[in-house]
């Protein structure tokens, strides 16, 4: 099987414009990730559990964890000098260098460093997400949230770590989805899953259905054609729902599917944020064949107006996503943006 390193380094003998700077930016990525699976692999033992008494920009309890991968990707990414600003999910602010390399970095990097992290005291798959934009902002200063504030169509590259049964790098630079996975005894990610296509069609649906009665009208009639018991060759239809977007968006990419978070009348903009949940899904989803929106429009094409904004989000299977869409511009355009 070939090696990360191989296969960037023969993607970027295929693009011209793919600078060593790129490759190195997805290598070094690579490193934090293998850095962050040996904590979390070790968590049980290791005192890392449990809180780190701090909460985030979304009021949610910073997890020992969640600050241990924020800092171990930060490190890398300032380490390799070719990233001039971050927005992480951790951090209120923009993440800036004052050094003189990294203020010539002409990528900035949106992530997600450990999504799903309530998940880790149970031993359930979490991820780390990730986009990658080229600054906007002149070389030589700081990056500034302008450089963030790009819609997802400008994304030069978006990609997810999962820490699951395995652990898998799965990325895309604009020309198709691969899958690498860690081999632990050498510690190297190895093309394991390459050209990656979601299925048009599937029959697996993922949503927290606690929220049902707060659902819009359009979620809850496309739930009812799910449990319809119509013959048809993709029924029946079923639930999967892990709690860990890059858990659920992993198992539809490879089996097809639909993961959706809506947004409801009291949070009409859902739960997921649109620069470092929703965009790198719905870039990879649109690279494996698939769909993202937020019900009515492409993920892809929203504008940011802040780093942590939040968008409901609907992203899979083509035909499911679009079927969903059916319904929710037939009863639910009120929610339409
Ligand atoms: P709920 C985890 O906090 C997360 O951001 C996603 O990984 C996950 O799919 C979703 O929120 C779960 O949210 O409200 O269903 O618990």
Redesign the pocket.
């Known amino acids: 099987m070939k090696t990360l390193i191989e296969f960037i380094n023969e993607k970027q003998a295929d693009f011209s414009y793919a600078t060593g700077e790129f490759s190195r930016l997805v290598h070094d990525i690579g490193i934090a990730a293998k850095i962050v699976n040996r904590e979390i692999n070790k968590a049980g033992i290791a005192d890392i559990f449990g809180n780190e008494g701090t909460v985030n920009v979304q009021g ?1 309890e910073q997890k020992k964890l969640d600050v241990f991968a924020n800092n171990q990707f930060i490190k890398a990414l300032k380490h390799g000098g070719m990233v001039c600003a971050i927005a992480s999910e951790e951090n209120d602010e923009l993440i800036t260098f004052d050094n003189e390399l990294s203020n010539r970095g002409k990528y900035v990097v949106a992530m ?1 460093p450990l ?5 880790i005291e149970v031993n359930v798959s ?2 780390t997400v990730f986009s990658i934009f080229r600054r906007l902002s002149e070389s030589g200063s700081s990056g500034d949230v302008t450089d963030l504030l790009q819609p997802g169509t400008k994304m030069v590259a978006a990609g997810y770590v999962i820490y699951g049964s395995s652990t898998m790098l799965v990325y895309s630079t604009g020309y198709g989805v691969n899958g690498f996975t860690l081999d632990p005894s050498v510690g190297l990610f190895l093309l394991s899953h390459p050209e990656m296509k979601i299925p048009d069609g599937g029959n697996i649906y ?3 259905e ?2 049902y009665i707060y659902f819009p009208e359009g979620v809850k009639e496309y739930i009812r054609y799910c449990q319809e018991d119509e013959p048809s060759s993709l029924r029946p239809y079923t639930t999967r ?9 992993h198992r539809n990419l490879i089996r097809g599917g639909i ?1 959706m ?1 809506p947004g409801t009348k009291k949070n009409p903009n859902g ?3 649109l620069l470092y ?1 929703c965009n790198p899904v719905a870039f990879l989803a649109e690279q494996a064949g698939g769909k993202a929106s937020d019900g009515f429009r492409r993920i892809l094409e929203i504008q940011p107006e802040s780093l942590h904004q939040r968008t409901p989000l609907f992203v899979g299977s083509k035909h499911m996503v679009e079927k969903a869409e059916y319904f929710m511009n037939y009863f639910s355009r009120d929610f339409k943006k």
């Open positions: 949610e997600d999504d799903g992290s309530s998940n979490i991820g993922s949503i927290n606690a929220n729902y892990i709690g860990s977007l890059v858990a659920d968006f993961y978070y739960k997921l944020r949940e």
